[in-house]
């Protein structure tokens, strides 16, 4: 199985085939020839782009472009101050495990568009930090945030 990392979710339509809903293909239709391709079972913290999951959903909801200043200041800070550290690479993998599925519930949701405007909100308040230099802040707020979907 493989997943593209800019989609929003999969969404199966009842026929046992993943499908990326932000390339409208099916993921057995050349998802590989896609840029944003990684296995399933990979590291998914590359710095190629792909693999912001909640924050690439949130930002597509609120009708952003992939390569939007948020996720361009989000991906940044994981690719520079977060995977400097241990503890920096243990979060960014425990989140590649948990954001695909807390993105797929919040989009599914009848509450999404609360959720994903909170979770905008939050992002927007992480940059700030970022810019500040609070960094520390930033990853306790963002990683709050996820704690608080991770329960849906």
Same mark, same amino acid.
């Given at each position: 199985?493989?997943?593209?990392?800019?989609?929003? $979710?999969?969404?199966?339509?009842?026929?046992?085939?993943?499908?990326?809903?932000?390339?409208?293909?099916?993921?057995?239709?050349?998802?590989?020839?896609?840029?944003?391709?990684?296995?399933?079972?990979?590291? +998914?913290?590359?710095?190629?782009? +792909?693999?912001?999951? /909640?924050?690439?959903?949130?930002?597509?909801?609120?009708?952003?472009?992939?390569?939007?200043?948020?996720?361009?200041?989000?991906?940044?800070?994981?690719?520079? $101050?977060?995977?400097?550290?241990?503890?920096?690479?243990? /979060? %960014? *993998?425990?989140?590649?495990?948990?954001?695909?599925?807390?993105?797929?519930?919040?989009?599914?949701? *009848?509450?999404? *568009?609360?959720?994903?405007?909170?979770? !905008?909100?939050?992002? /927007?308040?992480?940059?700030? !930090? %970022?810019?500040? +230099?609070?960094?520390?802040?930033?990853?306790?707020?963002? *990683?709050?945030?996820? /704690?608080? !979907?991770?329960?849906?």
């Amino acid at each position: 199985m493989a997943r593209c990392g800019n989609c929003v $979710y999969f969404d199966d339509y009842g026929s046992g085939e993943g499908r990326c809903t932000y390339f409208d293909i099916s993921m057995d239709s050349g998802v590989s020839a896609c840029d944003h391709y990684e296995d399933a079972y990979g590291d +998914g913290g590359s710095s190629s782009g +792909g693999g912001c999951f /909640l924050t690439s959903a949130c930002v597509a909801y609120m009708g952003k472009a992939d390569n939007c200043e948020e996720l361009t200041t989000l991906r940044a800070f994981r690719d520079g $101050y977060m995977s400097s550290t241990e503890d920096g690479r243990a /979060l %960014i *993998k425990e989140y590649y495990a948990v954001a695909p599925s807390i993105a797929r519930k919040m989009q599914r949701s *009848k509450n999404a *568009k609360e959720y994903f405007a909170d979770v !905008y909100r939050t992002i /927007l308040r992480c940059i700030e !930090y %970022i810019n500040q +230099g609070n960094n520390e802040t930033a990853v306790d707020t963002y *990683k709050q945030m996820v /704690l608080k !979907y991770q329960a849906l």
